[in-house]
């Protein structure tokens, strides 16, 4: 018997909606989910991430680069209180686009 993955990613017609925990083990998912988005700005529901490490906060970092270098954007929206509260003390908040 395998353990649920602590992170669930879902598509919507806005883009993504993400839930439970980002970190070293499920960032890669979140990563490789982000890559499959191809064309349009990549949007992503954080509303239900209960938790966010450094692996995590690569990721959207690297997304955030990636789409802007490719001409596109990636929103943050309805970030959970904890993912704002580490976007607010990484410092990135002022970098990344973050939607209420």
Do not use: K, W, Y
């Amino acid at each position: 018997m395998t353990a649920a993955t602590p992170l669930d990613i879902t598509a919507t017609d806005a883009g993504l909606a993400i839930a439970g925990e980002l970190d070293a083990h499920t960032a890669p998912l979140l990563s490789e989910a982000i890559a499959s988005i191809e064309d349009g700005d990549v949007r992503l529901d954080m509303a239900a991430v209960t938790f966010v490490d450094s692996s995590g906060l690569r990721v959207l970092i690297e997304a955030h680069r990636s789409a802007e270098a490719d001409g596109r954007m990636v929103e943050i929206c309805r970030p959970s209180q904890s993912l704002r509260r580490l976007l607010e003390i990484s410092g990135v908040d002022c970098h990344l686009n973050i939607v209420d």
